[in-house]
Each structure stands twice: as structure tokens, then as C-alpha cells.
């Protein structure tokens, strides 16, 4: 019995000093919560991605894995020409690079993508060239409808915590493919063969917006010459980076994806 009641005792005392820290605590976060500085940003301001600092470039193929080929040209060496041209342009415009190749080797399209998501405020924008019919030929470019948003570091190792919760950056993929796709068909003139979605892998494991971008068939005649020319392989990296820049720019602006227009869709 009287065990039982001091027992009862301790337990209120138990509690109230329980109570008495959580109140502490409570108020300490409090403060912390009200001393935070606030910049005065709107909703739709916050709900708009952030500009990102870093471009990944991602040659595609390379080392064993040639990719398509016309006779002594093959795709990943056009991939690495264009690539190495757009990484040049866009450090001259003050912005960071990241290739995912160097040279002639052979990288995983997992490696490309884990690269990727390791890098933090970047977008991702592979580049590769098309097989298919003689008669077809032109540019178009691809985003991914459903993207991988993984999970804050912190609790990436906690299996339920790798929901839905993250905002998966598909939207802002599609805007970056039509600022591409549009600077490609405006300054080469090449058929326009828009905007596309397609689950390629290393579009669609990335948390980033992330781009593929099919600059020209090496199975059509008039892709092939215009290709051989060093002017018209400059021509297509510096859309590429235009479109790049032109995202940026808008970002800057906040006026993604309202300001997107429909040009360039099929
Ligand atoms: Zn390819």
C-alpha cells in the first residue's frame, strides 16, 4: 500500500518534471524558431526552383561502347566533341561544369547518374545521337515524365522516409528541354523533332532536372555532312548552352514554367 502510494507520488513528480523540461525545451525552440531571419519572399517566389551553380555534362557511350555509327563515325565521339564545346561555352558564361567522361572510357549509365545525384544544385544534360530510317533526320530532346527525388541525406538511410516527400524536379526537366530544344532548331536549322518524354535511365534515376539531348541522325545523309563540320558542331553547342543560359535566366526570374511556351512540342 504505502509503496503503492509513494510510487504514485513519484510518478507525479516524475511527470511534472518531465513536463517542466518539454516547456523548456519548447521554448528554446520557440526562440530559435522566432530569431530566425526571414527574408520577405512570396509563396509562389519559394514554390519556384532554385537556380542551379553546376552543369553536369554527360557525353553519351564512350570506351567499348561506341553508340551508333556511320562508317568511321561513331556517335560517341561526336557525343564527346559536343560536349567538350558546350562545357568550353558555358565556363566563358562564369558557369561550373562537371563531364561525366574523360576522354575515350567507359562509364556506367548508374555511375553517370550516382555522379549526378552526389553534386548538389546541378542539372544533368546527356548528349547523344540518333539511329533510324534513312529519310529521317532533325534534333529533338527528352525529359523523363517521372524522375527519382531522392530523399534529404539525413534520413535517406531510414527505408520509410524515401517517399513521395521530395518534389520530383519533372517540371522543370520539360522547361529545360523546350529552352534546348528551341536555341537547337533556331540557330542550325535542323528538322525540329521536339520535346519528348521517355524513361532513359540516366534522365530518369537523377534528382536534378535532367535533360538527353539527340543532336542528329547517323543514319541520315544530311545529319552525317552537316555533323563532319566543325562550324555546325559549334553551331549545335552553342544552342545547347544558349538553352541552358535562357533556363538559368528565367529561373532567375522566377517565372518557371509559366513562361514556357508551347514552340517546340510535337
Ligand atoms: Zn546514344
Known sequence: ????????????????????????????????????????????????????????????????????????????????????????????????????????????????????????DCIFVSIHFNEGKKVVGGVETYYAEHQAAPAPRLVSWIPFFQGPAAESPTLASQSLARFIQEAMVARTKAPDRGTKAEQFFVIANVGVPAVLVEAGFLSNKDDITKLESNDYREQMAAAISEGILRYRDVLKERQLPLAVTGAGTE
Open 1 to 120: 500500500m504505502f509503496r503503492g502510494r509513494f510510487g504514485f507520488g513519484g510518478a507525479v513528480k516524475n511527470i511534472v518534471a518531465w513536463l517542466g523540461l518539454l516547456l523548456m525545451v519548447a521554448s528554446f525552440v520557440w526562440w530559435q524558431v522566432l530569431s530566425i531571419p526571414r527574408p520577405a519572399t512570396s509563396m509562389r517566389r519559394t514554390a519556384a526552383p532554385a537556380p542551379f551553380t553546376l552543369v553536369v555534362l554527360d557525353p553519351g557511350h564512350g570506351g567499348q561502347d561506341s553508340g551508333a555509327m556511320c562508317g568511321a563515325i561513331y556517335e560517341k565521339d561526336l557525343t564527346f566533341d559536343i560536349a567538350q564545346r558546350v562545357d568550353r561555352l558555358l565556363q566563358t558564361q562564369g558557369l561550373a561544369t562537371l563531364m561525366t567522361r574523360v576522354g575515350d572510357s567507359y562509364v556506367s549509365l548508374a555511375d553517370r547518374a550516382a555522379v549526378t545525384n552526389r553534386a548538389r
